[in-house]
């Protein structure tokens, strides 16, 4: 598919060339502007070529991504078992064309526990894409937006429960996928999610 891609616009800009030279040799002032306007459309049309090709490979790219992951309906997860502070995570994430997980729904939460569990281990925290630096008890996702939907562990150690001091939240596979804050600065594994199409 990308050679295929690659050979189309090597004709385009050959037939560009073409163009060019016809042109330039032709006298007639109607000739010239008929053929800056074909001109024109081809390099328009190479461009929405070129665009093209960016949207492939970047959902071929996803797809090799949720290969690896696994996929939930609308989005896919990619664990990493390697322990990193909440922003050299979140920054990971970003730079792979994800975000930190966080789950949308119980559901979602579930899937990302069982997800945890099989691929990181049955003992493990990862860090959620939700913190509340900027204003103590709002939590918000990594857009800002508030968090709706939230799974602190609330029987036992009443989360959250850190003030000022714990501004990061962990899902934990031990407490069956329910929420802890957590030091920012903290070492956990994550796993990050890409909206599918």
Known sequence: MHFR????????FCLAHSTLQQS????????????????????????????????????QALQAVCLKGIK??????????????????????IAKGGTLSTPMTGNENDHLYDYVRQSIGPEEQ??????????EGEWQDQRSSVVRFKNWESEITRQPDGGRSQNCAVLSSTANGKWFDEKCTAEKASVCEFNIV
């Open 5 to 12: 891609g690659i050979r189309l616009l090597l004709c385009l």
């Open 72 to 93: 939930i309906p609308g989005k896919c997860f990619l664990a990493n078992p390697v322990k990193k502070s909440f922003h050299t995570a979140a920054d990971d994430c």
């Open 126 to 135: 990862i860090w959620l894409g939700i913190n509340d630096i900027l204003k």
């Open 24 to 59: 330039s040799s032709k006298k007639k002032k109607g000739k010239k502007s008929s053929n800056s306007a074909a001109i024109e459309e081809l390099k328009k049309q190479i461009d929405e070529i070129v665009e093209d090709l960016n949207v492939l490979k970047q959902q």
